[in-house]
């Protein structure tokens, strides 16, 4: 599966985003799927995660509530709308797919597929 992230851009603290990532190749219902996030100077970390039916979602704790992920099979597209934005929320963000049974979902190895990312940037 090819995945095509998109929606980034530059907005003050305060405001929203949506980003989407697009797959092309498979059905994406077939994918367990990830958001991840990486900083200047800083390590690539987990952000949320969906089963695959979209059930089911999974955040990380600097989440807070502000940040959704869901998901839209038949459009074969899984979003990650996020409010509230803060400037440490600065970022490349990655989408992520795997089909294999996920034992630990913040786990980047976890993950077979990545889109190139889309930069996000949040000006205090």
């Known amino acids: 599966v090819q995945l095509q992230a998109s929606g980034g851009g530059l907005v003050q603290a305060g405001g929203s985003l949506r980003l989407s990532c697009a797959a092309s190749g498979r059905t994406l219902g077939s994918y367990f799927m990830g958001w991840f996030r990486q900083a200047p100077g800083k390590e690539r970390e987990f952000v949320a995660a969906?089963?695959?039916?979209?059930?089911?979602?999974y955040y990380a704790n600097f989440v807070k509530g502000r940040f959704t992920i869901s998901r839209d099979n038949a459009r074969n597209t899984v979003y990650l709308q996020m409010n509230s934005l803060e400037a440490e929320d600065t970022a490349v963000y990655y989408c992520a797919a795997t089909v294999r049974i996920v034992l630990s979902k913040t786990q980047q190895s976890q993950y077979d597929y990545w889109g190139q990312g889309t930069q996000v940037t949040v000006s205090s």
């Open positions: 969906i089963s695959r039916d979209g059930s089911e979602s």
